[in-house]
């Protein structure tokens, strides 16, 4: 047994609130260095940060298991019991706050070793409760005993149940269920409160300390470490439970352990209450034995401390473990039950690996520091001893450090914010171990990287841990709400911001979308009720105030909401105020506003629908004004019967219609009433009709809202705004496009004005006997393939022919031109019927919508008459026929050809024919056309009947039969394409 140390010293024994660790502190800054030892990192810090206030960072330093502050230079410390540098420093002043606690079987020993060995130069002091006066006697016979009387009164106040104890006050529970459960409670019926663990990280501590202290909480929940010192202005202590489980088992509270929680109740002259919740009987209630010694600060002296060698001898493991296992002397003090450290070190010492790399005083020591790793997660010594024996491989084996990227990788384990309470508290737990290990000087070949490698994760980790325990017991609405719930209802703070959120003194309690209140969804069940009374005091007025500026809005903070897969909406600022629904017509529907909105009364709903029908009105005219312009024309008198319905039948479908849908009204009209669609700005196209201010994205969405509203289905997906192309394989998206203004072929939709003017170029092309295909610049901007350009080319009535050799024809200098005629035009074609004489004029290319021509010519649909199957010609081969194979030329030609100089042609000319849109028609009932075609029978180069064209190159080829589609030979410069169209070469300037 070492001898102790008989320095002068002084104690300073009282209850709580009489000034001792403020006295301590104001000692150990009046002399030129010193170190205070306390029980808690949590009070360590907060005297940390008190002399840091006075003295200055670089002067002041802080060292606990898993934090450590140490400036060069720096000559006061604020340590934990445990890390007090005994050996390697010398100070001025040293003191050890509550030393009372010498009698925990815990860490006892601790204490009563500081008060034992540790001393200052020239002052000590020792700090506790005034029933460690008899072992200061008995142990430090020469010390000075100061008693300090308490500054305030404390009083017992009775049991109390949680929902009536008064503001400022404390509950003290012995387990982090118990905390849990009253921090619930206390949220739901007062707005929350503060959490307080010995668990927790000093930020952590301090973040939900602040907001008590604020006045942002009323309430503070806490486990019995806020007894050791912590200064908090509390009025009252509740105790929850009067008994805890020790480590052993669980056991009532002793009178002094009472006395030290609730002597946090009153703050230096303001008195203090304490008392229970629950009934005045029973296990959880106060005996009067207990109460009046609390109040008189009269507690039974403590007889015993706990101790262990503090300085133990280290020859041997067998030394060490003897050492430590003896037992005091004096009757003051007893052996201090077995700890953990001494647990894992007889663990260690039972492993032979271990015995043989233990041999010398340092090898001892380096072990015995392993052994003294805290269990900060508390998982079992099983646990706890496998990482000391891993530890102490990495420490006993090559350099003696821990591997870097294993540690790394424990902390990179950590590194997760997500998780309730108890997973952020275990993880903060695991964080305190490598933060230990980290400021171990010798441990780590980078101990000052990875030390504040664990400092950020444990703030990291600490900040989310605050969150969760703010979000779970802190409901700052609620309180704000239960505080002024008596005031009248003419001065509650409602306020509702830009984005309609409402907010109470600064507190959120929900959205106000449109006319519509939605409680916060991160309210609970039984707050939602309370959120919607508060809101509904003042939003009565505000609603009206807030439908007169609907109605004085201007038109811009109007809009349709049309979101595919649901129903067209109209919105005020983003919110929906209306709904559409069937009405007499496409464009007149019903507008009906906002339940919220008709709750305001008849007459303000009257006045928004009224508004929002101005509004509908002049979208119309922006938007769809064609189709209002052929609605007002159907009405007029002066409009011919048959344009009046025709017009009503393309309002009817929105605008944009297939043309063989009207097929049969556009065969009733003469040309004067077409000219009529054509000045209302329709286009009679090959395909469809339309009008080019209707292709618009804005037109196009008000379309296909109105076409939903009407069929009462959800709203189709509009394409991609100003997109020519697009390829859709969902078929809701390809009956969005087609209602849009889009054609499909295949997957591949094509914008109809597109279409149109593809067919325009192919006129274009016929009358100017020129070739057109996927090369020609046009197509090329479009970005066609060659499949889908046939593919449009062959529905819009063209087909595809070999163009023949271009031919010169001789004529006299003094003669006209001579009429040209088509390549392809058969006299007597039973499929060619006449084609119009004239075409308006071409405009220039334009790939936006609206610049197709009015119209494109298109075969009527009257059937041609039917002629004797001998005269009639083949049908027009499916695909373009492969150029026809010329022979090689002889020797005698190429030297005749090389003396002219002269190259032969290629065949150049027009490669398509029009032919006219396919129109199914009935079938004639005894010998008419189709019989006639059925029977007649198919003629083949080869000169078989039936059968299969040959395939060439993986591509169908058909050859020109002799005599088909032949011309005379004065016809040679016709351009392809015959009838209407052979004077639009003259009208192109072909023959200037």
């Given at each position: 047994?070492?001898?102790?140390?008989?320095?002068?010293?002084?104690?300073?024994?009282?209850?709580?609130?009489?000034?001792?660790?403020?006295?301590?502190?104001?000692?150990?800054?009046?002399?030129?260095?010193?170190?205070?030892?306390?029980?808690?990192?949590?009070?360590?810090?907060?005297?940390?940060?008190?002399?840091?206030?006075?003295?200055?960072?670089?002067?002041?330093?802080?060292?606990?298991?898993?934090?450590?502050?140490?400036?060069?230079?720096?000559?006061?410390?604020?340590?934990?019991?445990?890390?007090?540098?005994?050996?390697?420093?010398?100070?001025?002043?040293?003191?050890?706050?509550?030393?009372?606690?010498?009698?925990?079987?815990?860490?006892?020993?601790?204490?009563?070793?500081?008060?034992?060995?540790?001393?200052?130069?020239?002052?000590?002091?020792?700090?506790?409760?005034?029933?460690?006066?008899?072992?200061?006697?008995?142990?430090?016979?020469?010390?000075?005993?100061?008693?300090?009387?308490?500054?305030?009164?404390?009083?017992?106040?009775?049991?109390?149940?949680?929902?009536?104890?008064?503001?400022?006050?404390?509950?003290?529970?012995?387990?982090?269920?118990?905390?849990?459960?009253?921090?619930?409670?206390?949220?739901?019926?007062?707005?929350?409160?503060?959490?307080?663990?010995?668990?927790?990280?000093?930020?952590?501590?301090?973040?939900?300390?602040?907001?008590?202290?604020?006045?942002?909480?009323?309430?503070?929940?806490?486990?019995?470490?806020?007894?050791?010192?912590?200064?908090?202005?509390?009025?009252?202590?509740?105790?929850?439970?009067?008994?805890?489980?020790?480590?052993?088992?669980?056991?009532?509270?002793?009178?002094?352990?009472?006395?030290?929680?609730?002597?946090?109740?009153?703050?230096?002259?303001?008195?203090?209450?304490?008392?229970?919740?629950?009934?005045?009987?029973?296990?959880?209630?106060?005996?009067?034995?207990?109460?009046?010694?609390?109040?008189?600060?009269?507690?039974?002296?403590?007889?015993?401390?706990?101790?262990?060698?503090?300085?133990?001898?280290?020859?041997?493991?067998?030394?060490?473990?003897?050492?430590?296992?003896?037992?005091?002397?004096?009757?003051?003090?007893?052996?201090?039950?077995?700890?953990?450290?001494?647990?894992?070190?007889?663990?260690?010492?039972?492993?032979?690996?271990?015995?043989?790399?233990?041999?010398?005083?340092?090898?001892?020591?380096?072990?015995?520091?392993?052994?003294?790793?805290?269990?900060?997660?508390?998982?079992?010594?099983?646990?706890?001893?496998?990482?000391?024996?891993?530890?102490?491989?990495?420490?006993?084996?090559?350099?003696?450090?821990?591997?870097?990227?294993?540690?790394?990788?424990?902390?990179?384990?950590?590194?997760?914010?997500?998780?309730?309470?108890?997973?952020?508290?275990?993880?903060?737990?695991?964080?305190?171990?490598?933060?230990?290990?980290?400021?171990?000087?010798?441990?780590?070949?980078?101990?000052?990287?990875?030390?504040?490698?664990?400092?950020?994760?444990?703030?990291?980790?600490?900040?989310?841990?605050?969150?969760?325990?703010?979000?779970?017991?802190?409901?700052?609405?609620?309180?704000?709400?239960?505080?002024?719930?008596?005031?009248?209802?003419?001065?509650?703070?409602?306020?509702?911001?830009?984005?309609?959120?409402?907010?109470?003194?600064?507190?959120?309690?929900?959205?106000?979308?449109?006319?519509?209140?939605?409680?916060?969804?991160?309210?609970?069940?039984?707050?939602?009720?309370?959120?919607?009374?508060?809101?509904?005091?003042?939003?009565?007025?505000?609603?009206?105030?807030?439908?007169?500026?609907?109605?004085?809005?201007?038109?811009?903070?109007?809009?349709?909401?049309?979101?595919?897969?649901?129903?067209?909406?109209?919105?005020?600022?983003?919110?929906?105020?209306?709904?559409?629904?069937?009405?007499?017509?496409?464009?007149?529907?019903?507008?009906?506003?906002?339940?919220?909105?008709?709750?305001?009364?008849?007459?303000?709903?009257?006045?928004?629908?009224?508004?929002?029908?101005?509004?509908?009105?002049?979208?119309?005219?922006?938007?769809?004004?064609?189709?209002?312009?052929?609605?007002?024309?159907?009405?007029?008198?002066?409009?011919?019967?048959?344009?009046?319905?025709?017009?009503?039948?393309?309002?009817?479908?929105?605008?944009?219609?297939?043309?063989?849908?009207?097929?049969?009204?556009?065969?009733?009209?003469?040309?004067?009433?077409?000219?009529?669609?054509?000045?209302?700005?329709?286009?009679?196209?090959?395909?469809?009709?339309?009008?080019?201010?209707?292709?618009?994205?804005?037109?196009?969405?008000?379309?296909?809202?109105?076409?939903?509203?009407?069929?009462?289905?959800?709203?189709?997906?509009?394409?991609?705004?100003?997109?020519?192309?697009?390829?859709?394989?969902?078929?809701?998206?390809?009956?969005?496009?087609?209602?849009?203004?889009?054609?499909?072929?295949?997957?591949?939709?094509?914008?109809?004005?597109?279409?149109?003017?593809?067919?325009?170029?192919?006129?274009?092309?016929?009358?100017?006997?020129?070739?057109?295909?996927?090369?020609?610049?046009?197509?090329?901007?479009?970005?066609?393939?060659?499949?889908?350009?046939?593919?449009?080319?062959?529905?819009?009535?063209?087909?595809?022919?070999?163009?023949?050799?271009?031919?010169?024809?001789?004529?006299?200098?003094?003669?006209?031109?001579?009429?040209?005629?088509?390549?392809?035009?058969?006299?007597?074609?039973?499929?060619?019927?006449?084609?119009?004489?004239e075409l308006p004029p071409l405009s220039p290319p334009d790939v936006h919508p609206g610049s197709t021509p009015d119209e494109t010519p298109v075969l009527p649909d009257e059937p041609a008459p039917a002629v004797p199957p001998a005269e009639t010609p083949p049908l027009i081969p499916e695909e373009t026929p492969a150029p026809p194979v010329e022979p090689p030329a002889s020797p005698e030609a190429e030297v005749a050809e090389s003396a002219e100089g002269e190259a032969q042609a290629e065949p150049q000319g027009a490669n398509w024919v029009?032919?006219?849109?396919?129109?199914?028609?009935?079938?004639?009932?005894?010998?008419?056309?189709?019989?006639?075609?059925?029977?007649?029978?198919a003629h083949h180069p080869s000169g078989k009947q039936g059968g299969k064209p040959r395939k060439q190159d993986g591509r169908q080829a058909r050859e020109n039969k002799p005599g088909r589609f032949s011309r005379p030979e004065k016809a040679a410069d016709r351009p392809a394409g015959g009838g209407a169209f052979a004077g639009l070469a003259e009208l192109l300037g072909r023959n200037d």
């Amino acid at each position: 047994m070492v001898e102790f140390s008989r320095a002068s010293v002084t104690a300073v024994l009282g209850p709580t609130n009489t000034g001792k660790t403020h006295l301590a502190v104001e000692r150990l800054c009046a002399h030129s260095s010193g170190m205070m030892g306390f029980p808690l990192r949590l009070l360590a810090r907060e005297v940390y940060d008190r002399v840091v206030a006075i003295k200055g960072p670089k002067e002041v330093a802080l060292i606990t298991g898993e934090e450590k502050i140490e400036p060069p230079g720096a000559r006061w410390y604020l340590c934990t019991a445990e890390s007090m540098p005994l050996k390697d420093r010398d100070f001025a002043f040293v003191a050890l706050d509550e030393a009372q606690l010498g009698m925990d079987p815990e860490r006892g020993h601790i204490f009563t070793d500081r008060m034992l060995r540790a001393r200052g130069r020239e002052e000590t002091m020792i700090l506790g409760s005034e029933a460690l006066a008899p072992m200061v006697r008995a142990l430090l016979p020469d010390a000075e005993i100061i008693s300090r009387p308490r500054f305030s009164t404390l009083s017992y106040a009775g049991a109390r149940k949680l929902s009536r104890l008064p503001k400022r006050s404390a509950i003290v529970a012995f387990s982090a269920e118990e905390v849990y459960a009253v921090a619930e409670m206390l949220r739901r019926l007062r707005g929350g409160a503060a959490v307080v663990m010995g668990a927790l990280s000093p930020s952590t501590r301090n973040a939900q300390v602040q907001m008590f202290l604020n006045g942002d909480v009323d309430y503070l929940v806490a486990t019995d470490a806020i007894g050791m010192g912590l200064n908090l202005d509390v009025s009252h202590v509740a105790f929850a439970s009067l008994r805890k489980f020790d480590g052993r088992h669980t056991r009532r509270l002793t009178v002094s352990e009472m006395a030290q929680i609730a002597g946090r109740a009153g703050r230096h002259h303001k008195d203090g209450t304490f008392g229970s919740l629950g009934a005045e009987d029973g296990d959880g209630a106060f005996r009067p034995e207990e109460i009046s010694a609390i109040e008189e600060h009269e507690f039974p002296r403590i007889e015993q401390l706990f101790w262990r060698d503090g300085d133990p001898q280290m020859d041997s493991i067998d030394a060490l473990i003897g050492a430590l296992e003896v037992r005091p002397d004096g009757p003051e003090l007893r052996a201090a039950p077995q700890a953990i450290d001494l647990a894992v070190l007889k663990a260690m010492a039972d492993a032979s690996e271990v015995r043989e790399q233990v041999r010398t005083h340092k090898d001892v020591r380096r072990l015995w520091d392993i052994c003294g790793l805290p269990d900060f997660q508390k998982l079992g010594m099983e646990h706890h001893h496998r990482m000391v024996a891993r530890l102490w491989r990495f420490r006993s084996e090559g350099d003696g450090h821990v591997p870097r990227d294993w540690f790394a990788q424990n902390i990179a384990r950590l590194d997760n914010v997500q998780g309730d309470v108890d997973t952020l508290s275990g993880r903060i737990a695991a964080a305190r171990t490598w933060a230990y290990i980290a400021h171990r000087p010798d441990w780590l070949a980078h101990p000052a990287e990875m030390a504040e490698r664990t400092r950020a994760l444990e703030q990291k980790l600490s900040d989310a841990l605050h969150a969760a325990l703010t979000q779970r017991f802190v409901d700052r609405r609620t309180s704000v709400l239960l505080r002024d719930l008596g005031r009248k209802t003419e001065h509650l703070p409602v306020n509702v911001d830009s984005d309609g959120a409402v907010q109470v003194d600064g507190e959120t309690l929900g959205r106000l979308e449109g006319f519509r209140f939605h409680v916060d969804p991160l309210a609970r069940g039984g707050d939602r009720k309370l959120l919607l009374a508060a809101a509904e005091r003042r939003l009565g007025k505000m609603l009206n105030v807030q439908a007169e500026e609907l109605i004085a809005a201007p038109d811009a903070e109007f809009s349709l909401l049309a979101e595919a897969g649901g129903s067209p909406t109209i919105a005020w600022k983003g919110q929906k105020v209306a709904s559409l629904h069937p009405g007499p017509a496409l464009l007149s529907p019903e507008v009906r506003t906002d339940k919220a909105i008709m709750a305001l009364g008849q007459d303000v709903s009257n006045r928004v629908t009224a508004r929002l029908g101005a509004w509908m009105k002049a979208q119309h005219e922006k938007h769809l004004a064609p189709l209002s312009t052929i609605l007002d024309q159907s009405t007029q008198a002066e409009t011919p019967a048959v344009v009046r319905a025709l017009f009503i039948q393309l309002a009817d479908a929105g605008g944009i219609v297939a043309r063989q849908d009207l097929d049969d009204a556009l065969n009733l009209l003469d040309k004067e009433q077409r000219q009529l669609l054509r000045k209302a700005g329709f286009t009679i196209g090959v395909l469809d009709i339309y009008h080019h201010a209707l292709l618009k994205p804005g037109a196009a969405q008000w379309r296909l809202a109105l076409m939903a509203v009407r069929r009462e289905k959800p709203m189709l997906p509009l394409p991609q705004a100003g997109a020519v192309l697009l390829t859709l394989s969902s078929r809701d998206e390809q009956m969005g496009a087609r209602h849009a203004g889009y054609r499909g072929f295949g997957d591949t939709q094509v914008r109809i004005d597109m279409v149109e003017r593809i067919a325009r170029g192919g006129h274009e092309a016929i009358a100017k006997n020129e070739r057109y295909d996927v090369t020609s610049p046009f197509i090329v901007s479009l970005g066609l393939s060659e499949k889908l350009f046939n593919h449009i080319m062959r529905n819009a009535g063209f087909r595809p022919i070999t163009p023949a050799p271009a031919e010169t024809p001789v004529v006299a200098e003094d003669s006209a031109p001579a009429e040209t005629d088509t390549a392809i035009a058969v006299q007597g074609d039973p499929e060619t019927p006449p084609m119009p004489t004239e075409l308006p004029p071409l405009s220039p290319p334009d790939v936006h919508p609206g610049s197709t021509p009015d119209e494109t010519p298109v075969l009527p649909d009257e059937p041609a008459p039917a002629v004797p199957p001998a005269e009639t010609p083949p049908l027009i081969p499916e695909e373009t026929p492969a150029p026809p194979v010329e022979p090689p030329a002889s020797p005698e030609a190429e030297v005749a050809e090389s003396a002219e100089g002269e190259a032969q042609a290629e065949p150049q000319g027009a490669n398509w024919v029009f032919r006219g849109r396919y129109k199914p028609r009935e079938r004639s009932v005894g010998g008419g056309r189709n019989d006639a075609r059925q029977s007649r029978p198919a003629h083949h180069p080869s000169g078989k009947q039936g059968g299969k064209p040959r395939k060439q190159d993986g591509r169908q080829a058909r050859e020109n039969k002799p005599g088909r589609f032949s011309r005379p030979e004065k016809a040679a410069d016709r351009p392809a394409g015959g009838g209407a169209f052979a004077g639009l070469a003259e009208l192109l300037g072909r023959n200037d």
